[in-house]
């Protein structure tokens, strides 16, 4: 860990400063706990339970609306060092933006599903973007471990590590991203042109999940450093 992180954290004055790591933990627990609604429903293959996801999802991210809402004011009230407020906020964005990406992702699952009548559709959405999910919930996994390990003041070394594996889970992400565009232009001529954007909506949605999550890490990487020059 970065000189004077640990000290900071245990100093009153900087309380906000854990408060906001805790604040960020729970945001993304919410970012998880919608990911796996989706899957559960997308693993169901029921309509009627992809559309009772997208309800769910919609009522957590407003909830992540409110603890983005209420970091936001502690920010801007003071309770974080001032040379790091901007940062501070544009990651509060960042942390929220993946929560907003997920609502997208049931939201278009939903239409696809509504839409989508080929068997070679069903069988992408059952198993291709049901991949994308498992490694962007990693990565939010990944997150959470970040902001808690931070929270707990660990060393440099651990916080350090769960940036370096979200970075590996993008790569991994974009890999699979390919070749699953792939995979769409070789059905092309078997599914309508509806199908195909609907899908290749979905893919592209799932790799912002990631990218944004790889960017909420570097940037708390980059705000570590900051504390502890």
Known sequence: MPRGIFSRLLNPFVKGELELFNGLSEHARLTLKSLNIIEDALRSGDLVRIKEA???????ENQGDEISRVLSQEVSTGA?????????????????????KVHILSREIRRAMSICASPEV????????IEL????????EEFIELASAIARGDD??????????????EDEVDEAKDRLI???????????????????HIVFTLD??????????????????????
């Open 133 to 140: 999910i498992m490694v962007d919930k990693r990565g939010v």
């Open 54 to 60: 997208e309800v769910e999802v919609g009522v957590i």
């Open 182 to 200: 792939d995979k769409l232009y070789e059905l092309a001529k078997e599914i309508t042109y509806v199908e195909f954007m609907s899908l290749l």
């Open 156 to 169: 440099w070394g651990k916080v350090r590590s769960h940036v370096l594996v979200i970075s590996k889970l």
């Open 208 to 229: 912002d999940v990631i990218d944004i999550t790889k960017d909420a890490a570097y940037l708390t990487s980059t705000i570590l450093m900051s504390l502890g020059a």
């Open 122 to 129: 069903k069988r992408v959405l059952a198993e291709d973007v």
């Open 80 to 100: 974080i060092a001032t040379p790091i407020m901007g940062d501070v906020e544009i990651l509060i964005g960042k942390v929220d933006d993946i929560l907003d």
